[in-house]
């Protein structure tokens, strides 16, 4: 019997939508905890992969006292397979640019900014021309709020928060201590929102349509929809706006090429599942009664069985090693000794219980990292010595 | 005034000379003089009266803030997971072979420099490579060697 998949397309984010100014005007018309509460009862949580809740971060925002306030727009998107943010500032801007404003109304911001990765710099000029377009129809309906471009230098830890404020203001990203959260003590210490690209534009989509429309969509504790990048082993890479929710067998019965081996779920710092664990997986936030739910950036990587989930390891820990900001020592030694370890079993100069060895590495890493891309090393370095370590030894 | 004071001062004074102005200060440079010398960053200190170290520590950490020579066409090819996949590294060997530099190098006429970069987000159309700004994906051994002669046949 065939297998029925039941991956639900959605077609919000990308929709070609000409009245943004009407939206705009419309949802400055209401009170800014309407809003706020819009939001709070959409469960919308923000889609960079870390999945706190929207609402609550405007609202925490709008609560602390300042004069000075800033919106940011996260847009240095560097995770390993993704690239969905690209393809939004691309194709819809305006609905990035709508969000940060209503946001700026919010929140009592009259600045945002959009951090801009350094590889993306060819998006910059047509970006600036929506803006100049954009900025024209604030002054006329008298919203103070302006929008600037930053452009990031190639740094994938920029795109931790604090570490892209950090680059903001002119020194190397590293990334702060938390608390305080920026919600507080954001850009120049001062309280911020930050959002990802795609969290603004599923907030664009509840101030048109409605907090109902959002949630009616996905599962329990996982609700709307996520684009996903969906790239390697596949014939149709691209990008996808899918229900949360759908588990990863349906994906992959959607995306896979007959000979999948396993999947990357969130990109070098999420984790691999391997095909006897597809149908007990399922892709949203945690909080899933059965089975384990994985959230994702969106970064959605297919591996067939001609490939070596070795030189799969080997690439991500090369990269985290070169990408790690080298301020924690956990982080910056670790990544190093992870990526010599696995080399010299493979090469036998050690024996195949020193992977133990560093998985405890990991754990510690987990632990002790100042920021998430230490923490998270331990997610695809686990994931995948754990399923394949055979490949791993020979 | 030397050319390269000049633009200092013309950035500063198009940017700020406040802290957070140092970094489109100094992607100004880049983008001119394609890297910033150790009289770049010290002009810029003075220009916009940060510690000289501090510049220095910025500019080292951002990869794309190149502090040694190099040429006029950066060639950056993705190395990550998909475009390691699809066959960068065939790219490489391509490039190398046709400018006669390995990784890393920039040719004696200082018109090309090669260089390995992270993720660049276009995974679904690996193998991706930036010249400078520009993005081509997709690339195979044949369609890079007509692309550079492109770069090549330009301002001879």
């Given at each position: ?185 954001g850009y120049r210490k001062k309280p911020t929102v930050i959002n990802n690209v795609e969290t603004l534009v599923h ?192 | ?156």
């Open positions: 019997m065939a297998y029925s998949y039941q991956l639900k397309r959605v077609d919000f984010i990308f929709r070609n939508e000409n009245d943004w100014e009407k939206v705009l005007s419309n949802t400055i018309k209401k009170k800014p905890d309407e809003i706020i509460n819009e939001l709070i009862s959409s469960e919308l949580k923000g889609r960079g992969g870390a999945g706190f809740p929207t609402g609550l971060k405007w609202k925490l925002t709008a609560e602390s006292k300042s004069k000075e306030k800033y919106v940011i727009c996260n847009a240095d998107e560097g995770e390993p397979g993704t690239f969905k943010d690209r393809e939004i500032l691309t194709k819809v801007p305006y609905k990035v640019l709508t969000a940060m404003a209503v946001c700026g109304y919010v929140t009592g911001a009259k600045e945002g900014f959009i951090y801009l990765r350094g590889e993306y710099k060819f998006l910059e000029e047509e970006l600036n021309k929506t803006i100049d377009e954009f900025q024209y129809y604030c002054q006329e309906i008298n919203l103070d709020f302006k929008i600037k471009i930053f452009m990031g230098s190639g740094a994938y830890i920029c795109g931790e928060e604090t570490a892209l404020m950090e680059s903001m203001e002119g020194r190397r990203g590293e990334p702060r201590n938390k608390p305080p959260f920026p919600t507080q003590a907030t664009w989509t509840i101030f048109k349509y409605g907090a109902k429309k959002f949630y009616d969509l996905g599962v329990q504790y996982s609700r709307g929809t996520k684009l996903f990048s969906v790239s390697g082993d596949t014939p149709k890479p691209g990008i996808y706006e899918l229900e949360l929710g759908m588990s990863l067998q349906d994906f992959v019965y959607e995306f896979g090429d007959g000979d999948t081996k396993a999947v990357q779920v969130g990109g070098a710092s999420g984790f691999l599942v391997p095909r006897k664990k597809f149908k007990d997986t399922a892709i949203g936030y945690e909080g899933k009664l059965v089975g384990i739910s994985l959230p994702t950036g969106g970064s959605m990587m297919l591996f067939n069985s001609s490939r070596s989930m070795f030189n799969v390891l080997d690439n991500y820990l090369e990269f985290f090693r070169e990408e790690s900001c080298g301020q924690c020592t956990p982080c910056r030694v670790g990544c190093q000794q992870l990526l010599l370890g696995i080399k010299a079993v493979k090469r036998g100069e050690k024996p195949a219980s020193y992977l133990d060895k560093l998985l405890k590495l990991t754990e510690t890493m987990q632990l002790t990292a100042k920021c998430g891309l230490g923490q998270s090393v331990a997610n695809s370095f686990s994931s995948i010595v754990e399923n394949f370590r055979e490949e791993m030894i020979y | 005034m030397n050319p390269i004071k000049s633009l200092i001062k013309d950035l500063a004074d198009l940017h700020g000379r406040h802290r957070e102005n140092l970094l489109p200060v100094m992607q100004g440079v880049v983008q001119k003089e394609k890297f910033l010398s150790e009289y770049s960053m010290i002009e810029i200190a003075r220009e916009m009266d940060i510690p000289a170290a501090e510049v220095f520590g910025t500019a080292t950490f951002y990869s794309f803030l190149e502090t040694k020579p190099a040429g006029k066409y950066i060639i950056r090819i993705c190395k990550t997971i998909t475009c390691a996949m699809k066959g960068k590294n065939q790219l490489l060997f391509a490039i190398q072979d046709m400018l006669k530099i390995k990784t890393g190098e920039t040719t004696p006429d200082k018109r090309f420099t090669l260089l390995e970069t992270n993720c660049l987000g276009w995974c679904h159309k690996a193998p991706a490579m930036l010249i400078n700004d520009d993005v081509y994906t997709e690339v195979t051994p044949e369609k890079v060697r007509e692309i550079l002669t492109n770069y090549m046949k330009e301002n001879i």
